[in-house]
């Protein structure tokens, strides 16, 4: 019976992946097979925690973020949750070793969200980390299997890629960051009056980050390359929309990429990965 509800649990969070995002999705299923669930089962997880600071409106959001979080490190010592979200979670973070200082550091994020803060470049930096570039190293750990050379080699190239993926999605979440939840991620930014020149400064940080990650995802075992590089062509496709338009146009439209553009990435990326050019 633990098996059926193993696969009920991962199949949880393979569904709430497949109804939240459809390019992620994607990108999982460029992956090796036998990384699929434990994708899933990391995305399930922070795809959560973060809906219950974003959405639960209606509840004491502390209260539940504190609950998930507690019975999160429960069911890792213990094996098993019956919150199956957190059951598929333990037994990939189990499995893999990921340490549960990302964790924590991710729920510290999270708890952030709950409060508006002015921020500032170290707590800035800090969301950053806790938010996204933990969600890379959790991964990393997951396809470089227990190889650590390898993953402290790639560690830094990992956060660079999870800081990017972020740092994009608040240019591109930016109005409703600020008009449904009274965040402000950017340090020194006034929504209000946001400017070409401070928007400008944002995309050349988000460059280097992605300079940097693209050199270790050429690293990457074979195994896991062709997935995450998909991933990250479609948040530079993303970000290259973001970054044709105004100042003005961030304040007042949530940038996306259309199916058909979404579908010749896809193709494009295999076709590459078949040819061995990544």
Known sequence: MINLYKQFAEATSRKITHLYSTSFTLGIKMLDSKFHSHIYNVYGLV?????????FHEQDK?????DFERETFMALERGLSTNPIIHAYQLTANKYKIDA????????????DLYQIDYNTDNYNEYIYGSAEVVGLMCLRIFTEGDEKKYQELKEGA?????????VNFLRDMQSDFEERG????PGVDFINFTKEQKVLIEQDIHRDFEQARQAILALPESSRTGVYLAYK??????????????????????RVPDSEKLYVLASTYFRSFAGWI
Do not use: N, W
């Open 47 to 55: 795809r959560l925690a973060d809906e219950i600071v974003d959405t």
């Open 62 to 66: 502390k209260v539940l973020l504190e």
């Open 101 to 112: 200082a990302l964790l924590r550091a991710f729920f510290k994020s999270m708890k952030m």
């Open 159 to 167: 956060k660079a890629l999870g800081a990017a993926f972020q740092k």
């Open 183 to 186: 965040r402000t991620y950017f």
């Open 234 to 255: 479609y948040y530079l496709k993303l970000f290259a929309k973001i970054q044709k338009a105004p100042a003005s146009a961030i304040l007042k439209t949530r940038f």
